[in-house]
T-cell receptor, first 113, second 112 residues
Framework: EPEVTQTPSHQVTQMGQEVILRCVPI?????FYWYRQILGQKVEFLVS????????KSEIFDDQFSVERPDGSNFTLKIRSTKLEDSAMYFC???????????FGPGTRLTVL | GENVEQHPSTLSVQEGDSAVIKCTYS??????FPWYKQELGKGPQLIID?????GEKKDQRIAVTLNKTAKHFSLHITETQPEDSAVYFC???????????FGTGTRLLVSP
């Protein structure tokens, strides 16, 4: 069964460093998302991406964040200068054009020291 | 914007009992309501969903009901098994925006 994959599973970085989180969505999906989950809290929407552009973003997704689909298979989230409060699980999700179901990857745990 | 409330935050049941988790939403324009199961260290897994033109949907031991007038929806799990133990999240979505808004989660513990 096709699934969303994410790498790395765990990323540890120093405050102020740049990180790139990578996702490979399900191959025939056209809509891509990033969500995050701070430990013990609910999952929060960050950004949606379709047709090579951001379609919606939350207030969390400020100028320090960017997304990119550099090729036909990868979808990346970049945080330019990490802060302590960026420590969270980051989930990538994707969906087909017609259906509403969003399928989530296993997540990347980001730890900012 | 949309706000989703979820209750209870924890739920302990004996194997074989039923479990019910309830959610309310605020935006009457929301029209798609999925439920996700999250096991420790894993991403949310879609287990069932319902659209606003349907009042109830069932898939084996899992069912979801939706009351659009009251703006609440519920997850029902019958004949619970220990492997049902996980955190369950409800969510709401306005298909015009495609942004899932999640509830706060319910930790379900099924004891043998």
């Amino acid at each position: 069964e096709p699934e969303v994959t994410q790498t790395p599973s765990h990323q540890v970085t120093q405050m102020g460093q740049e990180v790139i989180l990578r996702c490979v969505p399900i191959s025939n999906h056209l809509y891509f998302y990033w969500y995050r989950q701070i430990l013990g809290q609910k999952v929060e929407f960050l950004v949606s991406f379709y047709n090579n552009e951001i379609s919606e973003k939350s207030e969390i997704f400020d100028d320090q964040f960017s997304v990119e689909r550099p090729d036909g298979s990868n979808f990346t989230l970049k945080i330019r200068s990490t802060k302590l409060e960026d420590s969270a699980m980051y989930f990538c999700a994707s969906r087909e054009a017609v259906y509403n179901e969003q399928f989530f990857g296993p997540g990347t745990r980001l730890t900012v020291l | 914007g949309e706000n989703v409330e979820q209750h209870p935050s924890t739920l302990s049941v004996q194997e074989g009992d039923s479990a019910v988790i309830k959610c309310t939403y605020s935006d009457s324009a929301s029209n798609y309501f999925p439920w996700y199961k999250q096991e420790l260290g894993k991403g949310p897994q879609l287990i069932i969903d319902i659209r606003s033109n349907v009042g109830e949907k069932k898939d084996q031991r899992i069912a979801v009901t939706l009351n659009k007038t009251a703006k609440h929806f519920s997850l029902h799990i019958t004949e619970t098994q220990p492997e049902d133990s996980a955190v369950y999240f409800c969510a709401a979505l306005n298909t015009g925006f495609q942004k899932l808004v999640f509830g706060t989660g319910t930790r379900l513990l099924v004891s043998p």
